[in-house]
C-alpha cells in the first residue's frame, strides 16, 4: 500500500515514499533546485534582486522539477503504478499568478510538451513572491487597518499582517501592476498550484496553508469577506474553494499516467503547507503535543483542538490536518545565539555542554535576553543582549543563561495555546544536545523526546496521502494509528524532567517575564 508525499520547499523538491502495510519509509529523494536547475540562476532557491526584501522564485522551475523527479523515480523503478494516493507540501504563504486560461490547460494537459510548456502558457506574472519577501509593509499597515487593528486581524485571520504572507503580497501585485492583475483568473498558493499540477484541474486550498494568507476566516475557516475585500478587487473570483485537507480532487493527472505509469486511478489529494505537513510528519495528531525545532532559528509549534490566537500578535493559527489548529511561533535567535555565546568564550560545543554541567538550574537568579539580531517573538526592533544578575565575563553563566532564557522565552509566549503541552518532540540540530534537552524539559515540566525525521513535511504528506485515502476506501481513519509507526520516538529517548528543577523555573518564571518587559519598554 504505496502512498506518495511530495514537498516542493524553498530549496529543493524532495518526495517520501511509504508502505503503509509495514509503517516503512521505501524510498527518498531530493532535487536541488540551484544544482538540479542552474539555468533559472536562482541561489538558495529563489532569484537574485537588486532590492533584498523583494524575493522571488519561479513556478516554471517548481513544474520543472516536478517532471524530473518523477523521470527519476520511473528511472530508478520505483512502484509508481501502485501507488494508491499521492498528496504535497508547499513552503507556505508563496503565490502563483495565472490567466483564466489554466483551468483548460491544466485539464487537457499537452503531453507532447513538458510542465513546464504547460505552465508557461498561463502564467500572467512570471515569478512568485516567496516568504522570504519583506517588501510588502505598507500592504501590512494598510490592511491591518482596513481590519481593524491588530487584535481584530488576529482574530479574523489568526495572525497579525506579515509581510510574507500572501494577502499583503497580492495587494502589492495589484496595486503596483493592475494589468497583469487584472489578467489574472486564479491565484494559487505554491502547495495548490502543484496540486493542480498532479490532479490536472485548478486545486483548492487547504485550511493548513489557507491560515497564512491573512485572508482565511481562521474560524469558519472560508475566505473572509472583510480581508478579501482589505487586499485587492475582484480577488473572491481569483482565488479557488477551500477545502478539508484530506480532500481527494479526483484521479491523477493522465499526463503523470502517460509519461511516469501512475495508476489512472490513484487519487490526488489537495497539498498543504510545509508547516502543517511537518506538524504530521512529526507525529503531532493530537492536541496538547507540542515540537520545538532547534534549528537557525527555534521554532514550536504544536496542535490545538480549540483555536486560540495570540494576544501579542507574535505568533500564527494555522488549521492543523489532523482536524483543529496548529499553532506556530518563531524565535530568530535561536541557534545562532547560543554558537555566538559559544564563541564568545572560546568554547567548543563540549564545553559549551559542559559549562551546563557545571551551573545549576536556575542560574543562581543570572538572566539573559539573547536578542543577537532583531527579534520576531517578542518582537523586538533594536537587538542586544541584555543580562540582570549577569556578569558577561562569567563564561559558564553565560551559556546557562541563553538556553534558559530560550526555553523560558519559549514557554511564556506559548502560554496563549491554553493548554500545557503532554510532551515535546525535540527536533533539529541542537536536539542532539542532551543538556539543551534537560532545560528544556525542566522549564516546561514535561518529557522530552528527541525525534529524528529528516523530511517531516514530506512525511507528513504522505501520511496525509494515506488518511485521505483511507477515509474515502473505509469510511474511518485514526490518525495515530496511521503516523504512530512513522513517527512514535523511542521511548527511553526521553528526557524526565527534574521535581526541584522544574518547581525553581516556575518561581523564576515571573522574574524572567518581568525582565522582558522591562526591557521591552526600555527598546
Ligand atoms: C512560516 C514560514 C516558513 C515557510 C517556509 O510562516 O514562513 O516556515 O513555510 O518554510
Known sequence: MYFLGLDSSTQSLSSVLIDLRNGSIVDERSLNFDAAFPHYGTQNGVLPHSDPTVVHSSPLLWAEALDRLFQQMKADKLPLGEILAISGSGQQHGSVYMTDLAEKQFRDMDIHGSLTDNVARVLSRPTSPVWMDSSTSAECAAMREALG??????????????????????????????????????????????????????????????????????????WHPGALEACAPTLREKLPALAPSHHILGVVNPYLVFKYGLNAAAKAVVWSGDNPCALIGTGLVEPGMIAISLGTSDTLFGAMADCQTDPRGEGHVFGSPAGGYMSLICFKNGSLAREKVKDQYGYSWEDFSAALDRTQPGNEGALMLPWFDPEIVPRVLTPGVRRKNLDAAHADSNCRAVVEAQMMSMRLHSEWMGERPSCIYATGGASNNAQILQIMANVHNTPVYRQETANGAGLGAALRAAHAWTLAEKGQADWMELAAPFTKPESHSATQPDPEAAALYEQLLPAFAAFEAESLAQS
Open 149 to 222: 487593528g491588530r487584535d481584530a486581524a488576529v482574530a479574523a485571520t489568526g495572525s497579525d499582517l506579515f509581510e510574507r504572507f500572501t494577502g499583503p503580497q497580492i495587494r502589492k501585485f495589484a496595486s503596483e501592476e493592475p494589468g497583469a492583475y487584472k489578467q489574472t483568473g486564479h491565484i494559487a498558493l505554491v502547495s495548490s498550484f502543484m496540486s493542480s499540477l498532479l490532479a490536472g484541474q485548478i486545486s483548492p486550498i487547504d485550511p493548513g496553508d489557507g491560515g497564512g494568507m491573512n485572508l482565511m476566516d481562521i474560524q469558519k475557516l472560508t
